[in-house]
């Protein structure tokens, strides 16, 4: 029998939070510390330090800390036993348990789920009283103390499991917008995403919306081209630099479009996708961490306003050189349209 082992058969009867000196003490009470080969002096004390360790380094440990002197141990698994039980426990596990009451309030009222900081920030809202860094140790891993309530289905993001299972896309519900608004196309928010790249994210110093086939190759062409280019007035003169647009109205075609989007980069300094603000929270949270690796822009619009689409910038794209070759291929097609 391990130290842990030991530890774990020992909070598993005691069903309470002990110090490390109470589980030794239990232990040799019962008899559990003859099935140990330990010859130090102080065995309580290597108890203590395996257990701590576990708990600080091993994200799914069977074990939790209280935040009292002298630190107390217990078993994740019977955190809700404590409380039904109305057994003593030490008060800053009490506490612990009135945030988690409070984190499963507010992750009941919000379907789509909710940041941790977001999550964090409403707890300390509702009790000024509370500590931050007690939250903290409260909630950072509550999809792991609670597998059967809470999921975190992206980095950060916490949702009560039964919302992601209604949250799953059925077949009659896979294009929305196209179904309400058939007539509206992604050609039809060209004009308005390259005016915004110009004159409010300030991107560009011209931009063009493009589309259909105009360098006709088989890895598409971009629905939007910018270049920025140094003004005569500018005191250091960059180089230019070529910025490339994919733009879905189609929520059901962002992994498309984000495999068009890293194409570009081929010819591109920049590249963007511009996706719905009404698709999936998942895909939008995924598509955010893959455009963070890979150096994409991300921005969010209103695919049902063509008067006011409400661009807003998520990711903004790295910039990085792309093959000289390609750009001057692909930019001859479309000098006339971009440089004059």
């Known amino acids: 029998m391990t130290f842990l082992e030991l530890a774990e058969k020992v909070l598993k009867e005691e069903k309470r939070p002990l110090a490390a000196s109470e589980i030794w003490a239990l232990a040799k009470e019962k008899g559990y510390d003859k099935e140990i080969n330990s010859k130090g002096k102080t065995p309580w004390a290597t108890l203590y330090a395996q257990i701590y360790v576990n708990t600080r380094d091993i994200r799914k440990s069977l074990f939790a800390k209280t935040d009292s002197r002298p630190k107390k141990f217990y078993l994740k698994s019977q955190v809700n036993k404590f409380v039904s039980s109305k057994m003593v426990v030490d008060k800053k596990l009490t506490i612990i348990g009135q945030i988690r009451k409070i984190a499963f309030e507010i992750l009941e009222k919000i379907p789509e789920g909710i940041k941790y900081c977001d999550l ?10 509370f500590k931050s860094n007690t939250i903290e140790s409260a909630i950072w891993n ?21 919302y992601s299972e209604n949250m799953k896309i059925q077949p009659n519900q896979q294009s929305p917008i196209i179904t309400k608004k058939k007539k509206i196309k992604d050609e039809d928010f060209y004009n308005s995403f390259a005016n915004w790249l110009v004159k409010e994210l300030e991107e560009c110093t011209k931009a063009i919306g493009l589309g259909y086939n105009y360098f006709k190759d088989k890895w598409g062409t971009p629905d939007v081209v910018g270049v920025r280019e140094s003004k005569k007035s500018d005191i250091i003169q960059f180089p230019t630099e070529i910025i490339s647009a994919e733009i879905k109205i189609d929520s059901t075609g962002l992994i498309e479009a984000f495999g068009q989007a890293c194409a570009y980069k081929i010819f591109s300094h920049k590249s963007y996708i511009v996706v719905p603000n009404d698709s999936q929270t998942d895909d939008i949270n995924r598509l955010d961490t893959l455009c963070r690796q890979f150096g994409i822009g991300l921005i969010l619009f209103d695919n049902k306003s063509l008067k006011n689409p409400k661009f807003e910038i998520r990711v903004r794209a790295i ?8 750009v001057n291929k692909n930019l001859k097609l479309i000098e006339d349209k971009l440089f004059k």
């Open 142 to 162: 509550l999809d792991v103390i609670y597998p059967d309530k809470v999921c975190k289905p992206h980095r950060g993001l916490f949702r009560l499991l039964k």
């Open 319 to 326: 910039k990085h050189e792309p093959d000289m070759f390609f």
């Open 120 to 129: 964090k920030r409403k707890i300390l809202e509702q009790n000024k009283s």
